[in-house]
């Protein structure tokens, strides 16, 4: 059985297509945070939640916020905060100058079970990107917003309105 922070080695096939590698890679990224967050039986969507809520400091995130930035649908989201609710990690309080929408923020025992883990993903986020070098990580960013940008252009031509009443 592989150890779960040792590199997922692709199959030959996945390899040889550039794609495929390329989205395994992606996969394996997020693998490697579901890994940390194993033994608290959290779930991926939890675990993007609890992330988004940690580093916004200032005022507590409606779940409508969190499903634009997060692209999950508001069900989603309101279903996995629950979950945390009833475990009595988070809370819904008031977000100032909102009577009608409730923020989210931690309870005392969200920020002693939950805090410590995410400040060690943080740490270790903050560490991996200060070992690439700084020409290399924007490298990295432009060729990943270059394959969006094409990506998007090349789904318009295939997915445009006409397409829809066909």
């Known amino acids: ?21 390329f989205k395994q890679l992606e996969f394996d990224t997020w693998d490697l945070y ?10 991926e969507n939890e675990l993007w939640i609890l992330l988004a809520m940690e580093q916004s400091s200032d005022e507590p ?18 279903s996995a905060c629950m979950k945390m609710v009833k475990r009595g990690w988070i809370k819904l309080v008031p977000i100032p100058g909102n009577r009608k929408t409730k923020g989210l923020a931690f309870t005392e025992k969200g920020e002693q079970e ?13 560490a991996t990107l200060s070992s690439i070098a700084p020409d290399d990580f924007a490298h990295m960013l432009a060729t990943v917003e270059l394959y969006n940008q094409n ?15 066909e």
């Open 1 to 21: 059985m592989r150890h779960p922070f040792e590199p997922f080695t692709p199959h030959p096939a996945i390899i040889d297509n550039k794609l495929l590698h």
């Open 34 to 43: 579901l890994v940390c967050v194993r033994d608290k039986n959290i779930t």
């Open 61 to 78: 995130l409606s779940q409508a916020t969190l499903s634009r930035v997060l692209r999950i649908p508001v069900q989603t989201i309101n």
């Open 114 to 126: 939950c805090l410590p883990m995410l400040k060690k993903i943080r740490e270790a986020e903050e």
């Open 151 to 165: 990506l998007r252009k090349q789904l318009a031509l295939r997915f445009s309105e006409s397409d829809e009443t």
